[in-house]
């Protein structure tokens, strides 16, 4: 009996001596972000929403296929959090890279109404891009890049992930941490033209296609049915079109202000030899 009482005070002594030692101890506590966050966007939903791929950038957005009033375009992607969702707004870093970017802010786009913020009561955050158009779009591609990097709100622990969400289907893997976008005017020339719109206009060029279009009212799309039954663009309207292309030019020149074409050998919008603009008023004869 007495043992058990030496065993049951030893055991109690140990205790104390146990409590009063970590009552002295210093314990580092972690004082970090405790929410990660990072860049997914998706690229395509099945019937309920669902997300099946997603994309670390986006590329060939046009104005080709936009009628002369558009003057600009908008396109956004998510920067998503991690952990708890928290009652006050938490900025996050993130940044146009200067050495990846071909795009010049305030010209070819804008990113006015952002506040790159996870809002409170909120898990993610839109970016929202302002394409801006303009005629130095017209024979480039630009692009924004963008990197986002971890700060006192936020670490990033996922630095990858597959661009499918059926993780047994084989497929890229994309990062996290940044996110572009390639954009421009992108006009190429429609096969319709190569076959039968030399004879009346010439090799084609971006600033002729745009400068018949205005003048025919004239778009992309008509240009991708062309010669179907019951569209606008037909073989059997190119002789009109190149006159009243041929008109306008001329009309250009002789009032002293020509069209000028920088694709053409001339400098000047010319047509096919049975349509030919007289500029020499303004060529200098050669030797």
Wanted: aromatic content about 14%; overall charge negative; some cysteine.
């Amino acid at each position: 009996m007495k043992l058990n009482n030496i065993k049951i005070a030893a055991l109690l002594a140990g205790t104390v001596f146990m409590m009063t030692a970590c009552s002295h101890e210093e314990i580092d506590l972690y004082s970090g972000p405790t929410s990660g966050i990072f860049i997914q966007q998706v690229r395509t939903s099945d019937i309920y929403g669902n997300p099946q791929t997603y994309q670390e950038g986006e590329t060939g957005i046009t104005f080709a296929t936009s009628g002369p009033n558009v003057t600009g375009k908008v396109t956004s992607f998510l920067v998503r959090s991690m952990g708890p969702v928290t009652d006050y707004d938490r900025p996050y870093d993130l940044k146009v890279v200067p050495e990846e970017t071909t795009a010049v802010e305030g010209v070819d786009y804008t990113l006015e109404g952002n506040e790159f913020c996870i809002k409170a009561g909120e898990s993610t955050d839109k970016v929202t891009i302002t394409m801006i158009r303009h005629s130095g779009l017209l024979q480039k591609t630009v692009r924004v890049y963008f990197k986002l990097s971890p700060n006192e709100h936020f670490d990033m622990p996922i630095t990858e992930y597959k661009n499918s969400s059926n993780w047994t289907v084989a497929g890229d893997t994309l990062k996290t941490d940044h996110y572009f976008i390639e954009f421009g005017e992108n006009y190429t020339c429609p096969s319709y033209w190569n076959s039968f719109g030399k004879s009346y206009f010439g090799d084609w060029t971006v600033n002729k296609y745009l400068t018949l279009n205005d003048q025919m009212g004239w778009s992309v799309t008509d240009w991708n049915y062309a010669g179907f039954s019951g569209y606008k663009i037909a073989l059997g309207k190119f002789g009109a079109a190149a006159k009243i292309l041929q008109t306008y030019l001329q009309g250009q020149a002789d009032a002293g202000t020509p069209v000028l074409d920088p694709d053409d050998p001339s400098g000047y919008m010319q047509l096919a030899p049975n349509y030919l603009v007289d500029y020499g008023a303004y060529l200098t004869p050669q030797d």
